[in-house]
Each structure stands twice: as structure tokens, then as C-alpha cells.
């Protein structure tokens, strides 16, 4: 038994989320953290871009509640300042800045998840229901909707970032990639992933980055911004198609959470796509790199954090989260074999298999 406080707990769970996300989407942690030795309510509104505060009660309220979840301090005097926290992973400048993918969390994942009685009710996401868009069923559209409106790609792949900014190190750290001589990362989006790979491996022959032609031309575009390593060389297509014929150093092709966007027999399609690519390639040992959260076989111990991402597919992609023996199966069919999975203590575990 664990009582009401845990229900409670539970009730609030989404306040306290869109605490978080207001408060990034108004700069509060941004402005703050260029402010050391804090601001007052009144002298914050005035700094906040794009705001004009008629009142300042309800900026007070908020950071009363960012107190409260231990984003912010307060002292003496109600100045308030950015804890070590918050200005590492909620300003937009940090490296290991979270503000991509709470921005998308705000303006889509929330409206989604508004209708998760639809999507467990149908099996599908709701973009239906919550953006007006098309039918639920048609799982191939779901990164058309994701990429809607004209900020819509780039919100999407500053999530992207900001998740691979803070798992990557801990998944390099983690698992020994000393069989690759060079990688190609299918949808990679703009290649912070090769990025971190080739710094943390500098002899790695070559690292590609594969994906949508719009979101090629946009990681050429976002890299003005934040720069990935010079070495990261893009290819536009889609797996859905065979792949173009691959250089002999590329031994290795990268599935950093595509798999769980997909169903089951359009996973087999984009598995068997690499599969033919890599055995093409002749090199002496070529293998796929899998990065999904895995549900544990016994599903009792499988961690929060994965079922929850599981609906987070439901509602989203139309994807889902696999177990070890779920994907086993996939890669077995699509005639990978030696499977190795190894728990990275991130939110990402890795899965290796090298081609029949
Ligand atoms: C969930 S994101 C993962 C991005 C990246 N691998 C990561 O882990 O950060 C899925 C990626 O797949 C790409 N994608 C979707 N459909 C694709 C297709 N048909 N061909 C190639 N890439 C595709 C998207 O553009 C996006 O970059």
C-alpha cells in the first residue's frame, strides 16, 4: 500500500512538468543564468524577450514553483538564481542542454498525450485528435506531422540533440566499438551522434550520416549554429529504399531510435535495407549498432522510464519500445546473428549483431 501521497504524487506529475516547460519556453532559466548574482520578480520581466507583463503575480507564482521543484533558489531578499542543474541542462547554450527536447515535450508531445484515451483505445497515435492532422493509422506519415509548420523540423531535431548530447558519452563509455572502421548512422539526423563518436574515436576511418533530404539540408543549415565534427559526411535518401552502395571502411550502420518509431514488419524493411547494404560493402565483419530503451523479458522489472517511452511511441510515432527476445526475433529474420545487448546505465541500451 502505498497511499493517496502516491496518488497525489501521480496527479500532479503533468503541473510540475509544464512548470518545467513554461518556464523555459518564457527564457526564465536562460536569463537568470547570465545573472549570477540573481534578479528580482520585477527586474526579470523586464529582461524576459518578447514579454510584456502587465502584472508580475503570475511571474512570481512560477518561480515560486521552480523554487519549489529545485530549478531555482530564492534568497533573502526574493532574488532569484539558476541552480548548478538547471543552468546546465536548461539553457540553450549548456552542451548538455535539455531545452530541444523540452520545447518539443511543450508544443507536441503534451497536446499528445492529451489524447492518450484515444490512442489506447485505437492502438494508434492521435495526431487526429490533437492536431487535426490525417488519419491516426497512417504510421508513415508520423515524421510529416512531427515536421510540421516552419520551426517544426528544427524543434524536432534540437530534441534530438539535446538527448544525444547527455547518452552518448555514457554509451561510448560503456561498450567497446573497437570492430568498427567506420560507421553510417541511418536517420542520424544532423550527426551530433557521428560527432561524439569521432571524438571519442579520432581513428575512425569515416562516419556517415544518412537521412530525409530536407533534414540533410537543415543539419547543414543547424551546424552554423552548433557545429558537429568536420569529418561527418551526409547521404540524403530514405531506408526505406535499398541503400546506395557503401564505402569499404564502413563496416558498422548505426539505428540510434529509429527501430521504435516503426512497426514490427517496417522495422524488418529498414533491418533487411542495411543488411543487404553492409554485406555488399565485403567487409570482414560487418554489423548493425542498435540504440532503443529495452523492456526487460520479464516485464514486472522493466524500468518506468521504458513503459512510459513505450506510450510515448503509442501516441507519437506508432512505434514501440521491444523487448531482448522482440528484437531478437526482428534481427534474426532480417538475418543478423550473434546478438549482444549491453545496459549502459543511460536512457539508451545498445544492441549489436553481425551479418549472416
Ligand atoms: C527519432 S529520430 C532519431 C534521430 C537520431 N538517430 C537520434 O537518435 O538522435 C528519427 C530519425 O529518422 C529519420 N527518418 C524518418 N524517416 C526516414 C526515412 N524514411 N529515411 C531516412 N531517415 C528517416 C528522421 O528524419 C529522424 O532524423
Not at 10 to 34: P, Y
Not at 53 to 72: I, K, N, P, Q, Y
Not at 142 to 159: D, L, N, S, T, V
Not at 207 to 231: C, G, S, T
Request: charged letters at 20%; proline letters at 4%.
Amino acid at each position: 500500500m502505498r497511499g493517496i501521497a502516491h496518488i497525489t504524487e501521480l496527479v500532479n506529475g503533468f503541473r510540475c512538468s509544464k512548470v518545467l516547460f513554461a518556464s523555459v519556453k518564457l527564457g526564465i532559466f536562460d536569463t537568470l543564468a547570465q545573472h549570477p548574482d540573481g534578479l528580482a520578480v520585477q527586474e526579470l520581466a523586464k529582461m524576459l524577450p518578447n514579454q510584456t507583463f502587465e502584472t508580475t503575480d503570475g511571474l512570481a507564482r512560477l518561480l515560486r514553483g521552480c523554487v519549489s521543484l529545485s530549478l531555482l533558489s530564492m534568497d533573502g531578499q526574493k532574488r532569484f538564481s539558476v541552480l548548478p542543474d538547471t543552468k546546465t541542462y536548461l539553457t540553450t547554450s549548456s552542451p548538455q542542454s535539455w531545452v530541444g527536447y523540452i520545447n518539443h515535450s511543450n508544443d507536441m508531445l503534451y497536446p499528445l498525450w492529451q489524447n492518450l484515451e484515444a490512442s489506447a483505445v485505437s492502438g494508434l497515435t492521435c495526431w487526429k485528435e490533437s492536431f487535426g492532422f490525417l488519419e491516426g493509422g497512417d504510421r508513415a506519415k508520423a515524421f510529416e506531422h512531427i515536421y510540421h509548420g516552419p520551426e517544426g523540423a528544427k524543434r524536432f531535431q534540437r530534441a534530438m540533440e539535446s538527448t544525444v548530447n547527455t547518452t552518448a558519452p555514457q554509451i561510448l563509455d560503456a561498450v567497446q566499438f573497437d570492430w568498427i572502421t567506420g560507421v553510417l548512422d541511418l536517420g542520424g539526423s544532423t550527426g551530433r551522434f557521428c560527432t561524439h563518436y569521432l571524438d571519442a574515436n579520432p581513428r575512425c576511418q569515416r562516419a556517415m550520416v544518412f537521412d530525409l533530404p530536407h533534414i540533410v539540408d537543415l543539419a547543414q543549415e543547424m551546424r552554423k549554429d552548433v557545429p558537429i565534427n568536420d569529418r561527418v559526411e551526409f547521404i540524403k535518401g530514405s531506408f526505406f529504399d535499398p541503400l546506395p552502395e557503401l564505402p569499404g571502411e564502413i563496416n558498422a550502420i548505426c539505428l540510434s531510435r529509429i527501430l521504435h518509431d516503426w512497426d514490427d514488419p517496417t522495422c524488418e524493411t529498414i533491418l533487411k535495407n542495411a543488411h543487404a547494404a553492409l554485406v555488399k560493402s565485403k567487409a570482414r565483419r560487418a554489423g548493425i549498432v542498435i540504440f532503443d530503451m529495452l523492456f526487460e523479458d520479464d516485464t514486472k522489472v522493466t524500468s518506468k522510464d521504458t513503459v512510459i517511452q513505450d506510450i510515448n511511441m503509442l501516441v507519437q510515432t506508432g512505434g514501440r519500445e521491444r523487448s531482448v527476445s522482440e528484437l531478437s526475433h526482428l534481427l534474426e529474420k532480417s538475418n543478423f546473428t550473434d546478438i549482444q545487448v549491453h545496459r549502459t546505465g543511460s536512457s539508451l541500451d545498445v544492441t549489436i549483431a553481425f551479418c549472416k
